[in-house]
């Protein structure tokens, strides 16, 4: 089993692009804090860390305490501190947006707090006493670390089931290398498996290498954790033209290996949706200065799904897009030249005879990612709606002793909403395991 992943990698080309906050900075910040009663920034994060209640406690210079207070909520509180589109969560609802004046760096006060646990190798969290019940977790993500995690510390058995070698699901393998490194997640994985007693088994493909019958007869309880599948496909001609290929699994290429961009100074981006921005701005960061990134999108700049602030980072990076056109064709001889693309109209409909070509020597395709739910069909029991896991608002499915959580459930959200639904799931599954609730 390797959890570690190799020295050479291309991300490490990227800086952090939200540097830490020295003592006094953090000190002045924490001070600025109204510590608002019903604050709205806790309502607006998915794992209602008690915001005001921390940041009090860096005011005061308990950071520990501050810290304890984060994992309470959240065990992924230092990387959230990192990846969390804070812009449009907790930030966003500070009420300081309301008066003109700039929102408490909320971000980055929890980024001071967990890096100074994980420097000082602070430990808040001890398994409960044996309670001689087993529990599976398919898949190595967030949602089932965070399930597991709170499942050891009720005592229950736990065996985490990856298909990869390394754990931390995106969260290593697809975040944005400016935002956080992937040795950086697995060093937070590694803190979550202190706890101890989270059997974890790579390498192991649920569904191939054992079956849902087999888990089902061999554990108490099951969470489904897997996330979502492979990128998809346009289906276009020349799709499988080399220098053609799915924005997630070179995102997960170039974070824990190297990827060939020798050669590479057109590069097309095609979507509008925070995995094309991503791949924009990654793209921008290995290419000469001199190449150009396009981003193609069938829509138009303000109705584009990537969050607005992201965008507006990659426009000062430098990329350019082009706006209501789709890839109709990908051409060139033994490898991708060329991108023929339709132009549409406002409603994203063909406009007759307007077609035209962009040179590339790369295209990231980032149109999605294909959901896993029909894997579970055959169990019966579990419903499944547009390939996502249907689930009561705990994580319950319709099958008894099946639970679900993360992107499986969501059907693609926030690494905060895989570890509060991974989490929640714990509680029920503990409820569960207890005899006190259905599941
Ligand atoms: C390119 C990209 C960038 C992102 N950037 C951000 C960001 O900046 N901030 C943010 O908050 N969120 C971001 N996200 C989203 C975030 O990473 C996910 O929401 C989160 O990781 C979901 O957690 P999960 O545990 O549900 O699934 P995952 O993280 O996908 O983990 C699922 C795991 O299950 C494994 N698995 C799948 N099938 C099986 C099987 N049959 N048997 C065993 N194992 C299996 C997979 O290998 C994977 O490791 C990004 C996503 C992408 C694609
Ligand atoms: S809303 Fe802003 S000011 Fe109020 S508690 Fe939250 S961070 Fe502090």
């Not at 998915?46 to 921390?54: A, D, S």
């Not at 499942?151 to 935002?179: D, M, Q, W």
């Not at 020349?238 to 990827?259: F, Q, R, S, T, Y």
Request: net charge neutral; aromatic share 6%; charged share 25%.
């Amino acid at each position: 089993m390797s959890r570690q992943i190799q020295e050479e990698r291309s991300e490490t080309a990227f800086a952090d692009f939200k540097p830490p906050l020295t003592r006094d900075q953090a000190v002045v910040e924490a001070n600025r804090c109204l510590y608002c009663t019903d604050a709205p920034c806790v309502k607006a994060c998915p794992t209602h860390i008690e915001i005001p209640q921390f940041i009090r406690k860096i005011a005061t210079g308990n950071v520990k305490g501050s810290a304890r207070t984060i994992f309470e909520s959240n065990i992924f509180g230092m990387s959230c501190a990192r990846v969390c589109p804070v812009e449009v969560l907790c930030v966003g609802d500070c009420v300081y947006n309301e008066m003109g004046v700039p929102p408490i760096q909320i971000g980055k006060l929890q980024r001071y707090a967990t890096d100074m646990a994980f420097a000082e190798k602070w430990e808040f969290f001890q398994a409960g006493p044996d309670t001689g019940k087993k529990v599976a977790l398919i898949g190595g993500g967030p949602a089932s670390l965070a399930c597991a995690h709170e499942l050891r510390r009720a005592g229950h058995a736990t065996t985490i089931f990856e298909k990869r070698a390394s754990l931390g699901g995106l969260n290593t393998t697809g975040v944005a290398p400016y935002k956080m490194r992937a040795d950086k997640s697995v060093e937070e994985v590694e803190w979550i498996l202190g706890i101890g007693g989270i059997e974890v088994k790579t390498g192991v493909e649920v569904g191939k290498d054992i079956s849902f019958a087999d888990l089902e007869k061999q554990y108490d309880a099951v969470f489904f954790g897997a996330g979502l599948g492979p990128d998809s496909r346009m289906s276009v001609p020349g799709e499988d033209l080399p220098g053609v290929v799915g924005a997630v699994d070179w995102i997960e290429k170039m974070k824990l290996g190297k990827v060939p961009m020798t050669g590479v100074k057109r590069v097309v981006v095609v979507g509008g949706g925070n995995t094309a921005i991503d791949a924009v701005r990654e793209a921008i960061g290995l290419v000469p200065a001199e190449s150009e990134v396009v981003m193609v999108y069938r829509g138009q700049e303000d109705r584009m799904s990537g969050y607005a602030h992201e965008w507006k980072a990659a426009k000062v990076e430098g990329a350019r897009a082009l706006w209501q056109a789709i890839p109709v064709a990908f051409e060139g001889s033994g490898k991708v030249e060329r991108v023929r693309c339709q132009r549409l109209d406002a409603n994203k409909k063909p406009i007759a005879g307007f077609e035209l070509t962009i040179d590339a020597d790369l295209v990231l395709v980032a149109i999605g990612q294909s959901k896993l739910g029909a894997m579970l069909a055959s169990l019966g029991g579990i419903q499944i709606e547009s390939g996502k896991v249907v689930t009561d608002d705990r994580g319950g499915t319709g099958r008894k002793g099946w639970f679900a959580g993360g992107d499986a459930r969501n059907g693609g959200k926030e690494v905060v909403n895989a570890a509060a639904e991974g989490k929640a799931a714990a509680l029920a599954i503990h409820d569960f395991l207890s005899g006190g609730s259905r599941g």
